[in-house]
């Protein structure tokens, strides 16, 4: 499986917009990026997920490099709500694996 | 519409004793997935099931874990003999098909403490 990098933690402040970035270099043709979320104590959810173009949800936007080596999560206002350790996954079109491989994410911290 | 349930919530037991788990998916989904979340550390996938078959089971320990997704009733994660180190959260997931481009809904997970 193609691996992903992203950094161990990020902050911001509420109401400002967040850029959680991750590095995917050795990404396949028929990989689709997908990001989860893991609030506290709870299971992941899903966020978004794209193949080459942008994409926009009512959770978040998804920007992907024109070499798809990189992409990222951006959220337009970040709340308290969105404090989350966000993982970002590679997932092949074309294989049979359906599993996720989680990495170790990006934890964002969000203050007053 | 429920989301996926999984109960017990929460769950103790002394070494040695038998842990079962369960997850009923989402209305109308027929793929299950488990993941396992060991204290401060990431998800690892164990099994993944499709109505009455295992269709993946490369993160699934060799001994004393089983899981089954029968025709009719929840999906069971067992856990023989359970030792300290199998003290962790689990989740399961559900999705309506197999693939990249299907979402995976998981449940708000079972944490296991074994005594």
């Known amino acids: 499986d193609a691996k992903t990098t992203q950094p161990n933690s990020m902050e911001s402040n509420e109401e400002e917009p967040v850029h959680l970035p991750c590095n995917h270099s050795t990404i396949s043709g028929t990989d689709y990026i997908h990001w989860y979320r893991q609030l506290p104590s709870q299971g992941p959810e899903y966020v978004i997920h794209?193949?080459?173009s942008n994409v926009n949800n009512r959770m978040a936007s998804l920007a992907i490099a024109e070499d798809r080596k990189s992409s990222t999560l951006i959220l337009h206002r970040a709340t308290l709500r969105d404090a989350a350790v966000y993982y970002c996954?590679?997932?092949?079109?074309?294989?049979?694996?359906?599993?996720?491989?989680f990495g170790t994410g990006t934890r964002l911290q969000v203050t007053l | 519409n429920a989301g996926v349930m999984q109960n017990p919530r929460h769950l103790v037991r002394r070494r040695g004793q038998e842990a079962r788990l369960r997850c009923s998916p989402m209305?109308?989904?027929?793929?299950v997935y488990w993941y396992r979340q060991l204290p401060e550390e990431g998800l690892k996938f164990m099994v993944y099931l499709q109505k009455e078959n295992i269709i993946d089971e490369s993160g699934m320990p060799k001994e004393r874990f089983s899981a089954e997704f029968p025709k009719e009733g929840p999906s069971i994660l067992r856990i023989q003999q359970v030792v300290r180190g199998d003290s962790a959260a689990y989740f399961c997931?559900?999705?309506?098909?197999?693939?990249?481009?299907?979402?995976?809904?998981f449940g708000p997970g079972t944490r296991l403490t074994v005594l």
């Open positions: 996954i590679l997932r092949d079109l074309t294989g049979t694996a359906s599993k996720l491989t």
């Open positions: 209305k109308g989904h027929s793929h």
């Open positions: 997931a559900s999705s309506l098909a197999q693939g990249a481009t299907n979402e995976q809904f």
């Open positions: 794209g193949l080459t």
